[in-house]
DNA sequence: GGCGATTTATTCAACAATGACGAACAAATG
DNA sequence: CATTTGTTCGTCATTGTTGAATAAATCGCC
């Protein structure tokens, strides 16, 4: 769910690494790449995205990227899945911001 | 994450089969009760939620039933992953159509 | 200008955790 | 003892996670 999420947000500069460092920002914690591969990996082969070969950048180390896109279902679904957790936390005691 | 929500919507009659009403109306698809359970057990196990046992209920079949309760830090972290999933959708092209 | 060190990026192999199901078991009432 | 409500068990598939291996590019430098 997060990954596709990290690749909507990331349009067409979803790669592998970006996404790592998204994840890592918004959760907080740490991401093995080998991770993210391993969902990128499974999410194609479910055909929740498609991914293509990127061109060689002419940085040190610029090696070409493999770039990452969410497909109609692969948004179709996250949608349903949003959906679905928006309408069980509605009822959820949230804003616990300055109190516990 | 849904079995957690579904504890908090159902307040003191959080149990077993309730809870699976309750995924099954909302995601729209079946699920067994051995998985709620196995979900449950795991939570607890990670100190997410506590168990205590009912009393049993004078109706045929009215066995006691297992109450389950949201701990502190089970409602802590629900809160978290909610805000992540929420900075991660803010930026997702949705919004098209609320008809479902 | 060639060659190894360095950098960015992806792939691989393995294992832990979670999701899911059907069947077995338990305890109540009629 | 048949039926009903509820929980537990055994098992397998899927997903999450990691560290190490591999690949492909540039840079320094002689």
Do not use: C, N
């Amino acid at each position: 769910m997060m990954v596709l999420l990290a690749l909507i947000r990331l349009g067409d500069e979803a790669y592998g690494v970006p996404v790592a460092r998204e994840l890592r920002a918004i959760r907080g914690r740490d991401v093995a790449l080998g991770s993210i591969y391993a969902a990128l990996e499974r999410l194609e082969g479910k055909g929740l995205v498609t991914s293509s070969l990127g061109e060689p950048t002419p940085e040190r180390g610029g090696r070409a990227r493999r770039f990452f896109r969410v497909t109609k279902e692969g948004l179709r679904q996250v949608q349903a899945t949003r959906r679905a957790l928006m309408a069980l936390w509605r009822s959820l005691p949230e804003h616990e911001g300055g109190k516990a």
